[in-house]
């Protein structure tokens, strides 16, 4: 088990010296004793989080039609995240929004709304709806 350490709990023996706990402290005097030399936090070791599999259930598919339609009501930054992901590992989709409401702001604090955001990603969205244009629309097969 990893345990995290928040700055109150940071050993104020290890810190007073430079390190994060009192035992890099005393590691770091042994070795000084011994006369070996050390680096302490220089190296810098890249490394990837493993990708997790995740799998997307769009709310309508459509075999007469070009699209996948998601529908929301509210539209979570988690959505957003997806769709993102969606839409660079599958640029073949063509996955349009019908929102409640897309002049909502993405948050209390933000000026952009999920117009904005549809927008800016280049995905298709209309309000409560599907656009009639939409429908008349063929799929390629």
Known sequence: MMMIMSPSSLDPVGLKHGFRSGLEDKIAKDLK?????????????????????????????????PFILETKGRFLTADRQKHLLIKEQHPHLD???????SKT????????????????????????????AWLKETANV
């Open 95 to 101: 996955i349009r929004f019908l929102f409640s409401n």
């Open 33 to 65: 004793a011994k006369d070996v030399a050390y680096a302490y936090e220089e190296t810098i070791i890249n490394y990837d989080k493993p990708a997790s599999k995740h799998k997307y259930h769009p709310d309508f598919t459509f075999s007469h039609l």
């Open 105 to 132: 702001r993405l948050s209390k604090i933000s000026k952009t709304t999920y117009a904005d955001w549809c927008r800016k990603h280049g995905f298709k969205f209309a309000d409560k709806v599907i656009p009639e």
